[in-house]
């Protein structure tokens, strides 16, 4: 079972100016710029249920398996990579209809919150409070800074 | 190094905190912004070209004066990122959604 303290979920929307189908299908091609798979130094992809996927960019490796391929509704896969902490984490992208367009939802689920998260939580969150209050004209020194939060 | 890393290299500091909160209030000549520290010129100096290189500050000059100002943007644009696939596929969808609308403008102009 997975930590939920450990990991985290980044969620993404677009819309996107065609069918569901057409962008369903554009997802997995390597010819789509904005794919992860368009810009690459190597890329093995086998875009069917536990098809996988190789995909090397600026020396970084990801790796992948395809665990849900439902078009033009739904695609899912696992995602490892260096910045993944060697975890698998699960990308989930769904296309709805909308009118003549496509809503497009990214999630990217079970993500290890590394050191640059962390420090990003404790640092901006300390930083941005402290930066309203300035604002706002209430005394910046009533916040704390977090534990962690430490100058390098 | 990319902005992210430079904007938490620069915010990483105490002294760069305490700058950065003093120019919140309004712009400031580099004499103003040095007389709260208890610390050499030289070092003040140094911590302003770190802010600078992030883009987080600008100098400016009225008169005879440079003036020190606050640049906000690459605050907002880094707060938004907690994670390096925060930016991956921000960037990447960005290029996906205008493929698409490319592709349509195309289509619309043959009409």
Redesign the interface.
Known sequence: MKDSKKT?E?K?E?????PPG??FD??LSPK?????W?EKQKLLLSPKVDGFFYWLINGTAHYGRFTQIERPRRIQHTWMSR?TSGEESTVTVTFKQKGADTL?T?V?SG?PK?E??K???A??NY??D??AK??SGES?KSVKEPKGWR?? | MDQ?TDV??A????TR?AI??QL??GPARFLDVAKPFDTALNSVTKHLKLLERAGLIERRKQGREVLISLRGKP?REV?G??????RF??E??????????D??AKKEMKK
């Open positions: 985290m980044l993404f677009r819309i996107i100016p065609a057409k962008v554009g997802w789509t710029p904005g794919t992860p368009h910045y497009m990214l990217h993500l590394n640059l998260s420090a990003h939580k640092g901006w930083f941005l402290k930066l300035t604002f910046a100058d390098r | 992210l938490l290299a915010i990483s500091h105490p905190r950065i909160e919140s209030k605050l707060a990122w907690v994670h390096e696939y925060d596929w921000n990447n969808l960005d290029k996906f959604e205008k493929h698409f609308r592709q349509k």
